[in-house]
């Protein structure tokens, strides 16, 4: 279920092209030039067959590969570091049940100074804040795990949010949109502006768009949202009601416009 939600198939499948699951080459496009997603199949010499535990859990906690290189953003670790210890464990063990898929990574191609990964430190200072999620006091158990979900896991900020010059996302503008995302995406204010946001929508409307695709004007979502449907539709019902709760709880922000989709 965490797999799904997490959408770890969706960018580590080459599917446009055929590519078997988890064996990674799709290509991802990023301001700072394209990367292609690794092989995390169980496969020993291309995949993660060879990492252990402790491997596995350094690149979702801290984004550093096997070799101790820093992993680029476009792995949504800054989202993942937020996941509890046990949820990281279930998803080693399930991601090592998977059928192994012999295939090589396909080299990035970043321009220069983005590929140097040792730049990825000063990123890192500037923008990445390591460890779990803790429950807030005095919200509700709901809200918790929306919260949980909504950051550590469906990674909703790594497109909702907007970005600065150097990819950091810009906090005080959580949940407002990025007109200007990769890959073409115009991705919406999902904040409670009722003009520029989603304000007038029920927290059920939500929690159905996460199960359904549908929103309340009975238009379905496309783009990169019809993929996270996949993954929330695997929830149940009250954690897609609790992210529905907490996406709710999140300060109105107003923006230019409403980005046409
Ligand atoms: C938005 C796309 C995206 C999603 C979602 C995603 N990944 Fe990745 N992942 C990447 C990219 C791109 C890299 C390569 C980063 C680099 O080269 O620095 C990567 C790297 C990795 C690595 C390091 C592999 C290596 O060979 O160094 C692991 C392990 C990994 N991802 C596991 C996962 C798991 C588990 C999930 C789901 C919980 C997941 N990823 C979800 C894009 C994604
Ligand atoms: C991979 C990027 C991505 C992620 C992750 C993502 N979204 Fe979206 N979302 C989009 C895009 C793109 C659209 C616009 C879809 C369209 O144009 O049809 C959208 C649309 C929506 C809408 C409809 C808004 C409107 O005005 O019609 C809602 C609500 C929404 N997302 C909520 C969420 C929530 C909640 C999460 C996390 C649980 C999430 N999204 C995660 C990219 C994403």
């Known amino acids: 279920m965490l797999f799904q939600a997490a959408d770890c198939a969706g960018c580590h499948t080459d599917a446009k092209s055929g590519g078997a699951p988890l064996a990674g080459g799709r290509p991802l496009a990023t301001p700072f030039g394209v990367i292609f997603s690794p092989n995390i199949s169980p496969d020993r010499q291309t995949g993660i067959g060879a990492w252990s535990e402790v491997e596995f859990r350094r690149a979702l906690r801290h984004g550093i590969g096997r070799d101790g290189d820093y992993l680029f953003p476009v792995f949504p670790y800054p989202a993942f570091t ?15 049940s998977r059928p192994a898929v012999a295939r090589e990574d396909r080299p990035d191609e970043l321009r220069v100074p983005f590929r140097w990964r040792f730049l990825q430190r000063f990123w890192r200072v500037l923008f990445f804040r390591p460890g779990p999620l803790r429950p807030v006091a005095g919200e509700s158990a709901a809200w918790n795990r929306g919260r949980y979900l909504a950051e550590a896991v469906v990674h909703c900020q790594e497109c909702h949010t907007p970005r600065n010059l150097l990819g950091g996302l810009r906090s005080s503008r959580a949940y407002s949109g990025n007109p200007h995302a990769p890959d073409g995406m115009k991705v919406p204010n999902i904040t409670g502006d009722a003009a520029t946001g989603i304000g007038k929508w029920e927290a059920d409307d939500i ?24 993954g929330t539709a695997a929830l149940s019902d009250a954690d897609r009601q609790a992210i529905a709760t907490y996406i709710k709880s999140i300060p109105a922000i107003r923006t230019e416009k409403k980005p046409a989709s």
């Open 207 to 230: 929690a159905a768009l996460l199960k359904t695709g549908q929103t309340p004007d009975m238009d379905f979502v496309g783009s990169g949202m019809a993929e996270v449907v996949k």
């Open 82 to 96: 937020g996941m509890s210890d046990r949820d990281i464990g279930d998803l080693y063990a399930y991601l090592m």
